[in-house]
C-alpha cells in the first residue's frame, strides 16, 4: 500500500477548523502557537472565531489553512506511524505538503504564505479580476473558448485548474469571464459559474504576485524533500531545491494540474490518499481521477479517529 498525502487549497477554510482538536490535543494547541509566534499576531483567534468576512481575505486564509493542515498532520503522525510515499497539495496546499516533506520548515512556511496571500490581493485592483468553474466542459474545448474571448477584451482569461475530469476553473478580467460563462452554456457546457473569489489566482494576472514573491523564496531556505512532491505547475516530482524555488513562484500565475498530478502519484503506485486539512474538496476531485483510490481525510476527532484505525488495519505501510 503506497500512500499519498494531500493538502487543500483555499475555498476549504471554515471558522472553527481545528477546534475540537485542539481542544484535544496539546500538539495541535502548540502548532497554533508556533503560527501565532510566527506572524506575531493572534491567527489562532481569527481561525476559531472568525469572523468569516476576516478569514476569507487571502493574506489570513492562506496561513490558516496551512496552519490546520500541518496541525492535523502532526497530530494523525503521532497516533499512527505512517509515512508517505508522495505528497501533493492543491495551490496554496503545495506549501503544506512541502512541510510534510520536510523541505520547509513550518513557521517559515506561514511567513511565506501571509505574503503571497497579500501579494495576490494586490496584484490586480479589486473588482477587475473573476473566476468560474466549469463543469461537463472539454479541456480543449475551454482553452480554445479562452483564446477567442481573450482576443475581444483587454485582460485576459484562462484555465487556471484543471482539477478532474469535467471539471476545470477559468481565472482572467472579469469582463472576459463573465462572456465565457455565457459562451460556456452556448457550448452545451452542463454548467457554469462564477466563483466567488477576491482575484484572478493561476492566471497571467498574477505575475506581478510572482515577481515579489520570487524575491521572498530566494532568501528562504528549503532542504532536499524526505518524499517527492508532485508540483502543481507540472504534475512532476520536483526533483531539487531549485526546482522547488521555480514551481513555487511560477505556481501563482499557472494552471493547477490536478488531475495530472493524481494520475502522477496512480503511476507512482499510490492506492491511497489521505486528505489532511479542512474539507474533502480534494478526495472528491480524487475519487474522479482515480475511481479504484482508498480515500480517508483528517479534520476533525472523527476523521481522526476513523483514518488512524483505517492505516493500523492496514499496517502503517507505505
Known amino acids: 500500500m503506497a500512500i499519498a498525502f494531500v493538502f487543500p487549497g483555499q475555498g476549504a477554510q471554515y471558522v472553527g477548523m481545528g477546534k475540537d482538536l485542539l ?49 492535523c498532520l502532526r497530530v494523525l503522525q503521532a497516533q499512527v506511524d505512517v509515512q508517505p510515499a508522495v505528497v501533493a497539495g492543491h495551490s496554496l496546499g503545495e506549501y503544506s505538503a512541502l512541510v510534510a516533506a520536510g523541505a520547509l520548515p513550518f513557521q517559515d512556511a506561514v511567513r511565506i504564505v501571509h505574503a503571497r496571500g497579500k501579494f495576490m490581493d494586490e496584484a490586480v485592483p479589486a473588482g477587475l479580476g473573476a473566476m468560474a468553474a466549469l463543469l461537463g466542459g472539454d479541456v480543449t474545448q475551454i482553452k480554445e473558448l479562452c483564446a477567442n474571448i481573450s482576443q475581444q477584451h483587454e485582460l485576459p482569461v484562462e484555465i487556471a485548474n484543471v482539477n478532474c475530469p469535467g471539471q476545470v476553473v477559468a481565472s482572467g478580467g472579469k469582463a472576459a ?37 520570487t524575491d521572498v523564496l530566494k532568501r528562504q531556505v528549503f532542504t532536499v524533500p524526505r518524499c517527492p512532491v508532485v508540483a502543481n505547475v507540472s504534475a512532476k516530482p520536483v526533483q531539487n531545491i531549485v526546482e522547488i524555488e521555480t514551481a513555487l513562484a511560477q505556481q501563482v500565475a499557472s494552471p493547477v494540474l490536478w488531475e495530472a498530478s493524481v494520475q ?26 482515480a475511481k479504484s483510490a482508498q480515500l480517508y481525510h483528517v479534520e476533525d476527532i472523527a476523521s481522526l479517529d476513523a483514518t488512524r484505525e483505517a492505516l493500523q488495519d492496514e499496517g502503517g505501510r507505505t
Do not use: C, N, W
Open 264 to 289: 502522477t502519484m496512480i503511476k507512482m503506485g499510490v492506492t491511497t490518499f489521505v486528505e489532511v486539512g479542512p474539507g474533502t474538496v480534494l478526495s472528491g476531485l480524487i475519487k474522479k481521477t
Open 23 to 71: 481542544e484535544r490535543y496539546a500538539l495541535v494547541r502548540e502548532t497554533f502557537a508556533e503560527a501565532d509566534e510566527a506572524l506575531s499576531f493572534g491567527l489562532s483567534k481569527i481561525i476559531l472565531d472568525g469572523p468569516e468576512s476576516e478569514l476569507r481575505l487571502t493574506y489570513y486564509t492562506q496561513p490558516a489553512l496551512l496552519t490546520v493542515s500541518i496541525a
Open 177 to 213: 469571464v463573465e462572456e465565457l460563462i455565457v459562451r460556456a452554456k452556448e457550448a452545451q457546457i452542463k454548467r457554469a459559474i462564477l466563483l466567488d473569489v477576491s482575484g484572478p489566482f493561476h492566471s497571467s494576472l498574477m505575475r506581478p504576485a510572482t515577481e515579489r514573491l
